[in-house]
């Protein structure tokens, strides 16, 4: 599972922008170089978490790149990042 501490360290260790989006509902939340999450106007009402637990794929962009990764391919990437950094992501130490 995803936890919006673990994507805002992430976004903040590897200076990327991460955008969380729900394509079913069109929902779309993203992180920046400095943690902070931002939600359009019309998802104001939603928690930031809602969006990121419904979310379906995932896009990382920096220096003009977008890379698109699905649930699985950010969960691992963060996983194994914060693993080369000696830490363990909140998810998987609530477990």
């Known amino acids: 599972m995803i936890r919006l501490n673990?994507?805002?360290?992430?976004?903040?260790d590897r200076r990327v922008e991460i955008t969380a989006?729900?394509?079913?509902?069109?929902?779309?939340c993203l992180i920046n170089v400095r943690g902070q999450a931002q939600v359009s106007d019309k998802d104001r009402a939603l928690r930031i978490e809602e969006i990121i637990e419904s979310a379906?794929?995932?896009?990382?962009?920096s220096a003009g790149r977008i890379q698109a990764l699905t649930r699985d391919e950010i969960e691992a990437a963060i996983t194994n990042?914060?693993?080369?950094?000696?830490?363990?992501?909140?998810?998987?130490?609530?477990?």
């Not at 989006?21 to 779309?28: F, L, P, Q, W």
């Not at 379906?56 to 962009?61: A, C, K, R």
């Open 81 to 95: 990042h914060f693993k080369s950094r000696g830490f363990s992501t909140a998810s998987r130490e609530e477990d």
């Open 56 to 61: 379906n794929s995932f896009e990382l962009s």
């Open 6 to 12: 673990d994507i805002r360290r992430y976004a903040i």
């Open 21 to 28: 989006i729900d394509s079913n509902s069109g929902r779309r």
